[in-house]
């Protein structure tokens, strides 16, 4: 079972970056499919980016495709979100999750999770 610890998360200014990290603990994120998630109030949960394992081509959703890169060092063992260009809508919870299994087809069937990580974008 991996324990997931997210940072990196604060204020930025419309057009700014942000890079926002996830430590594992108790096993290694490569042996899971890793995602990055966002929960902004009032709206269901949406899956941003999600990665089945370091080599291998991200997923995005449509809302942050050209402007987030998921990457993933499995020696620091941590997952990572670089945000660019931000926007307003980009203000969120982000949170990140591993999937226990070797197929990443979707959002779906992440069992574990960190707590999250607030971003704001004004």
């Known amino acids: 079972q991996v324990q997931l610890v997210e940072s990196g998360g604060g204020s930025v200014q419309a057009g700014g970056s942000l890079r926002l990290s996830c430590v594992g603990s108790?096993?290694?994120?490569?042996?899971?499919?890793m995602g990055w998630f966002r929960q902004a109030p009032g709206k269901e949960r949406e899956g941003v980016a999600r990665?089945?394992?370091?080599?291998?081509?991200?997923v995005y959703a449509d809302s942050v495709k050209g402007r987030f890169i998921i990457t993933q060092d499995n020696a620091r063992n941590t997952l990572y979100l670089q945000i660019r260009n931000a926007t307003s809508e980009d203000t969120a919870m982000y949170l990140c999750?591993?999937?226990?299994?070797?197929?990443?087809?979707?959002?779906?069937?992440?069992?574990?999770w960190g707590q999250g990580t607030q971003v704001t974008v004004s």
């Open positions: 108790g096993s290694n994120i490569g042996n899971y499919c």
């Open positions: 999750a591993a999937r226990p299994s070797v197929f990443c087809p979707d959002f779906e069937r992440f069992d574990y």
């Open positions: 990665l089945k394992t370091a080599r291998s081509t991200p």
